[in-house]
């Protein structure tokens, strides 16, 4: 499945963080870590979109 990098975020995003989040692996401001194990659950698209609108994201 693919989806359009128009800031349409993959349908399964917000369950997928939530997964990453339950499973305390790594802190969800570590986008690394995060896309990482997004990849290890099986999300890829979540974790390439992520990746790709990190950019977007604000830096405190």
Known sequence: MSISMHNLQPPLLIQALAEVKTSRRCNLFNYSC??????????????????QHRVGIKQG
């Open 34 to 51: 995060v896309a990482i194990a997004l990849r290890d659950m099986g999300y890829k698209l979540e974790a390439d979109w992520l990746e």
